[in-house]
């Protein structure tokens, strides 16, 4: 069998580096958020980054259960008392698309509005113009906006504040604010939501595209730990109760 | 069907609290690890166990495809390209008794050498000698000890060494190192691995035996999020190939 | 790296060799329960087991969403519209000892039993009666009996039933059976359940208590992929909400 | 919260129905893959169609640990030895487009084909030719050809075979034969996989293309369960090592 390579952690006998720093160098004096970061992109964040990092996972921690991926993390603790990794592991499941991972999308929109106004010559509010008139036409939902619980989101605003405040805001900040006032012109009002707010902050620091579904992971599973907890600390097994309603074929016999 | 209740999150429509904490109050002024333990105890944590509880998260992080959880989520991203959370998710469900979760054993170990000293009035040390001689009796492997790639590991002296310093150490530190003395006298040197220090840490600051398991995996995802981020970034689909050798019956004819 | 080892396929470039078996062969004149036999076991089975076999796959095919497996693939369906296999495996992660996994523990209550009669020289009744009165001493439940759902299970006379018929009963059936009046005689009438109707029956067949687990997610996922077809074809992502009633500390204020 | 609503199992307290049919009676006198085909289907199958499907699940039930999803399974099994389902459930998370639902995107493949043969009235080799040209100038591979270790596959003739015999071959069988000759003729001779030939089958028997993932995974889990099972007989915890070379950044000091 060929070997694996990888660029990220190395050991001896006696050491460990994760992307060549030593580990018991890193406990000491870095912060989780930063090794986070160094391990995703290859070097340690700027203060600004580690900061802005550091609030997108405790955004991204725990929603409640109305999140499919708590609700399935709780699910599986009730039928699967004796592994608490398939309890949490089933959570991570849930995040997709639709759940926890548009920031993917988000970050791939972005990417496409900001690079047709550099191609075009035309600014990003016009960019942003023009992708949402492109979506309306095709009938396609634009990623990133509006939010099934709330009207305001509020971890949106400290967000792009906190951005701004550390001079890391750039195109993507700029763009996905265009496009929520070209929807807001062309559509409804329908306010940038917390999958739309991190993609915004991790195109500005440099990520690709899948940062935003993998460091929404990253933050998640502080509150599926803790929801797996509570979950045995405070419920009996197989506590939970469907109402399904049957609405297919009545009783027949078998041929 | 019932409602399910849960004092982790509660939100409305422009609202959401962690434990009663606005979160972007906790964005702001909070820090990722400090948020982990919020959830987990419903309390913040002091400085020093914030300290310690980074420490442990980045301890946990990563440790090259040599462990299971993160061959298994290579392996996942190697046949399922569609799905991020798929190839995470998977990472987690190789963690377990035997891979990253020994530390909820040496929890209750700890717990019961600590009780036994309480119950009986004798030394933590006396206590850990009786727990090496009733193992070594049963044939029983205590959790803790001896890691399959370090002579020494990096990780353990530095989160002892933090937790003193920082003043969180107490039974747990102490029972752990006195089981390890005991081990050394009657058996063989066996030194305290990731988990057993690990496990003292969280002992001291007050965690259920669980979060031995479930903080670890907090740490963990921040190491396969990156992993699979490699994968995809520079390996084909599919690339994995495993030498089999059978050992089972020659071909015969169907009766 | 050293050889993995295995006794179940063997491939060449042209041939399959399933338990030395040429896959067109088996394709072509033998059953998928066979074949499911054939792998776990090593040999096909007699007609009565094969018969035995897929009506226990069949019981365990589903039972709508008030199964956690089942509520939990159509949940991460619900999130994560880009992986088919992500809902279907994570249904199966929720099956454990609580849900659809108690048949194992029930073939290893059986086979106590059974060698208590045996090592004793008492009958499967009287050892039934021990088992039962010790139970209750010990304040311990035993796995196998009653249904949240069902007061009779229609799959448990037609699994005894067909064991008797082909031959196969012996003294799973016996000490299911035999516990099942014990329990009633000092407890209270509680029928045997599908996990313990097909545990008796796996026991008798010669398999090991793993297999209880195993086996009913052979056929759970007949179910499971059915159920997240469904979801796909006739619901919304995200359609799913729980009503989540928050218990924990009010607003508070960071320190 | 909203009911759940479901035209596959209905029951009370003494009766289950999968499609109207009463369990009792299909564990009685049905196949499990009949079962199978009734859940997703809605009907009972043909006998044609029953050997079919039974043909299809044995040929996707196990191929050696060479596979992703076995290799994933013995994998955490290795390092979760609490919990079967997760090392079953993980084994399923590895099958995606690159391993195992290729027949999926076949299907896909086969529908095109047949729907331009129609609507162009050119005949399916024309359309075929037409796809393969198309292929080829977009720089695109086509599904369902070739494998990494078989020259010949010896699923496919079976399965081929098999279909014409009992009269269900169709626009499948007929297409990704036709699209085989067509690469032979444009490319080079790279035989229909078993992916391909499923894809053909489940086609011409009316299945949407997502079962060309679903149906693989109710035949792989027999073989999944079978190795977690021989992993757990025969093999100790955390044996697997992998051979990981680093080629990242050397040992460098801190900020």
Request: hydrophobic share 45%.
């Given at each position: 069998m060929d070997s694996w390579r990888s660029a990220l952690v190395n050991h001896n006998e006696t050491d460990i580096w994760m992307r060549g720093y030593e580990i018991g160098a890193l406990m000491k004096r870095a912060s989780f958020p930063a090794v986070v970061f160094l391990l995703h992109r290859g070097e340690l964040p700027t203060p600004g980054e580690e900061k802005l990092l550091n609030a997108i996972l405790i955004a991204s921690a725990d929603h409640n259960s109305g999140a499919p991926s708590v609700a399935t993390a709780r699910l599986v603790a009730s039928g699967n008392r004796q592994s608490l990794s398939a309890a949490v592991g089933a959570g991570m499941l849930a995040i997709g698309n639709e759940h926890g991972g548009a920031g993917e999308q988000c970050m791939e929109m972005i990417g496409r509005v900001a690079k047709a106004a550099r191609d075009e010559g035309i600014s990003i509010e016009q960019a942003a113009i023009n992708a949402v008139a492109a979506a309306r036409a095709s009938g396609k939902r634009l990623p990133g906006f509006g939010h099934?619980?709330?009207?305001?989101?509020?971890?949106v605003a400290v967000m792009f504040d906190m951005a701004r405040e550390v001079g890391v805001a750039g195109d993507g900040v700029a763009t996905i604010t265009a496009i929520e006032q070209a929807l807001a012109a062309a559509v409804k009002a329908l306010p940038t939501n917390v999958d739309g707010a991190l993609a915004a902050l991790l195109y500005d620091m440099g990520f690709p595209p899948s940062a935003g579904k993998l460091l929404f992971m990253v933050g998640r599973v502080a509150g599926l730990t803790a929801e797996v907890a509570e979950e045995h600390a405070r419920e009996k097994p197989m506590r939970i109760k469907f109402p399904v309603v049957y609405d297919g074929v009545p009783p027949r016999e078998l041929p």
């Amino acid at each position: 069998m060929d070997s694996w390579r990888s660029a990220l952690v190395n050991h001896n006998e006696t050491d460990i580096w994760m992307r060549g720093y030593e580990i018991g160098a890193l406990m000491k004096r870095a912060s989780f958020p930063a090794v986070v970061f160094l391990l995703h992109r290859g070097e340690l964040p700027t203060p600004g980054e580690e900061k802005l990092l550091n609030a997108i996972l405790i955004a991204s921690a725990d929603h409640n259960s109305g999140a499919p991926s708590v609700a399935t993390a709780r699910l599986v603790a009730s039928g699967n008392r004796q592994s608490l990794s398939a309890a949490v592991g089933a959570g991570m499941l849930a995040i997709g698309n639709e759940h926890g991972g548009a920031g993917e999308q988000c970050m791939e929109m972005i990417g496409r509005v900001a690079k047709a106004a550099r191609d075009e010559g035309i600014s990003i509010e016009q960019a942003a113009i023009n992708a949402v008139a492109a979506a309306r036409a095709s009938g396609k939902r634009l990623p990133g906006f509006g939010h099934r619980r709330h009207t305001t989101d509020p971890r949106v605003a400290v967000m792009f504040d906190m951005a701004r405040e550390v001079g890391v805001a750039g195109d993507g900040v700029a763009t996905i604010t265009a496009i929520e006032q070209a929807l807001a012109a062309a559509v409804k009002a329908l306010p940038t939501n917390v999958d739309g707010a991190l993609a915004a902050l991790l195109y500005d620091m440099g990520f690709p595209p899948s940062a935003g579904k993998l460091l929404f992971m990253v933050g998640r599973v502080a509150g599926l730990t803790a929801e797996v907890a509570e979950e045995h600390a405070r419920e009996k097994p197989m506590r939970i109760k469907f109402p399904v309603v049957y609405d297919g074929v009545p009783p027949r016999e078998l041929p």
